[in-house]
Structures are given as C-alpha cells and as structure tokens.
C-alpha cells in the first residue's frame, strides 16, 4: 500500500521522465535495424508510444514524449546517424510530421481522458440523487435522510464542513441557487474560479416555495466547484425538503 501511494505521489514526475527516456530506449533498439526498416516506420513505432504516454499522463507528458520522439529518431535513425542533424527533405519531413502527429494524439488522449472523467462523474452524481431518493421514499428516518444529504454534499462541493438547521435566520448567507449560481451580497460569485465564498454558505431546503430549513456550508478556501456539482447539490436539498414536507403532513 505504501508503494502504491509512492507511485500516485510522483506520478507526475515518472510519466514527464518516462516521456523523455521512452522514445530515446525505443529508437535505440531499433539501431540495428536502421539500414533494413524505413524511417517512416520508426516513426510509427514511436508515435504508437507517444500516444501510450499521452494516456498515462496528461498534455505536457505527451509533448515531452513527441519531442523526444522527433530527436532520438533524428539522431539514430535518420542520416547522418548520431548526429542532430537531417541532410535529405524527406527526411526532414518525417520528423516533422511525427511531431505534428505526436501533438495530435496527445490532444486526442486528453480529450478522451476528459470526457472520461466527465461521463464517470455524472454517473456518480446520479447515484447520489437515486440513492437519496431511495431512502427518502423507504423507512429510513428524516434524521438519517438529511445525515446523508449532508455527507453528500461535503464530498461533491469539497466542503470542509456541513450542517441541518429547520431555520434560516437573516441575514442570509451566500447562497446557491436552483440553477447553480451563488449570490454572494446580492452579486453572482464566480464558484467556478473563486470557489464558494465563505465562511459559511447555504442551500434552502425549499418545498414549493415554502422554506423548511437550510444546509450550512463550510467551504474549502478558494476550491473551485462546477456548475455542475452545484445544481446536484441543490437537487439533494430538494430532495430532503420534499421528505420534510412529508413529515410535517403527518398528522
């Protein structure tokens, strides 16, 4: 476990090292072969690399790796060998164009690793709000309902902090509205680079237009937080004001 941790820690650094010692290991075994297999294969077999690095890393990992790429094929396996130099065009355009195409499949990887990432998060955010639903609509007590929504909302809005209170005294504090904005003293606040302003903010439990109490939130300084995990966020507290309301129904 702790290597594991190790590893997650540099992770950055090993990805930027293997992206500049991969291609120069790569072009080097291909040395013995540089008189029988074309430079245009070479570079191939190392554009297949770059994008492997692109995808255990990130963006500057994969341009790291392309460059590398370009130079180790230019002074191994283009003529004159062993030099940084390129005397024939189309050589000249090879290396070229295993740069050009090595920065392509980096911005390829990174969009595919960010919709990804998007499709895996949305998942998530689903489940929060069904698994929410479940229990408001089971047996489960409003106090463990609302205990729930609560730790809900300290993992999506990266709150340090978060409580239930039936009532929302004046003034009121920054708060998220049902489309995601904060107002923050009467002014829209901008989540997205600011993080949610503090210390403290709310979400109201608001039942058709009737306020049956407020999440407090204690935010992260200066953690962004998106639109997107907001309107969650606010769908939650709905959900926990539908089940208030439920209750005070009961006769």
Not at 85 to 101: F, G, K, N, Q, W
Not at 128 to 134: A, N, P, V
Not at 222 to 236: F, I, K, N, T, Y
Request: net charge neutral; with cysteine; charged share 20%.
């Amino acid at each position: 476990m702790m290597l594991v941790g190790s590893l997650r820690k540099y992770r950055q650094g090993i990805t930027v090292v293997a992206a500049f010692v991969v291609p120069l290991g790569v072009a080097a075994i291909l040395v013995p072969f540089r008189t029988s297999f074309a430079t245009t294969a070479a570079a191939l077999v190392l554009v297949a690399f770059i994008f492997a690095i692109a995808v255990a890393g990130n963006r500057f990992t994969g341009i790291v790796a392309s460059v590398s790429a370009a130079l180790w094929l230019d002074f191994f396996l283009i003529r004159p060998y062993d030099r940084f130099t390129i005397s024939h065009r189309p050589d000249m355009e090879t290396a070229i164009s295993l740069l050009v195409v090595g920065v392509m499949v980096t911005e390829l990887a990174a969009r595919s690793r960010h919709h990804s990432r998007a499709s895996s998060e949305e998942s998530d955010f689903v489940a929060k709000i069904r698994d929410l639903t479940e229990q408001a609509a089971g047996a489960t007590p409003v106090s463990k309902v609302v205990a729930s929504a609560s730790s809900s909302l300290v993992e999506l809005l990266f709150l340090r902090g978060c409580r239930f209170e039936t009532v929302a005294p004046e003034p009121p504090l920054a708060r998220i509205q049902s489309n995601g904005d904060v107002v923050h003293v009467g002014l829209d606040w901008p989540v997205g680079e600011l993080g949610i302003p503090g210390p403290e903010a709310e979400i109201l439990t608001e039942w058709r237009g009737l306020v049956l109490g407020r999440f407090v939130l204690t935010p992260t300084p200066g953690q962004p937080v998106s639109v997107e995990r907001r309107v969650v966020a606010v769908a939650l507290a709905s959900v926990v004001a539908a089940t208030l309301n439920e209750q005070r129904r009961v006769p």
